[in-house]
């Protein structure tokens, strides 16, 4: 009986060495899936931002064109406007005059 009983123990003490193992291995486990997740989402946050840095810049480099574009468009209509009255304002003068005028 007594050998019985000490087989048990030695048997239970196995077990708890072999959970206490497990435990640690676990904890090992946790600690490596941390830092995996950790680094990813370092990698992830990077790329990220790398990502949006060049859609910034695209869009910026657009707007620029965009920008350019209107400004020569505007100094165009302006030039324009300036011809005309250059070359219709003594018209203006006498069509103003004229309604004047007439009132």
Do not use: P, W
């Not at 899936?33 to 949006?52: I, V």
């Not at 302006?78 to 007439?102: F, G, P």
């Amino acid at each position: 009986m007594d050998s019985i009983i000490s087989k048990l123990s030695e048997v239970e003490s196995a077990a708890e060495l072999i959970v206490q193992h497990a435990e640690e291995q676990k904890h090992i486990l946790d600690e490596q899936m941390k830092e995996k997740t950790d680094k990813f989402d370092r990698e992830l946050a990077a790329d990220t931002e790398k990502k949006l840095s060049e859609i910034r810049a695209g869009m910026q480099g657009s707007m620029d064109f965009e920008l350019e574009r209107l400004r020569e468009e505007s100094a165009k209509t302006i030039n324009a406007y300036k011809r005309e009255y250059e070359l219709e304002h003594e018209r203006y003068a006498q069509e103003i005059i004229k309604r004047i005028t007439e009132v």
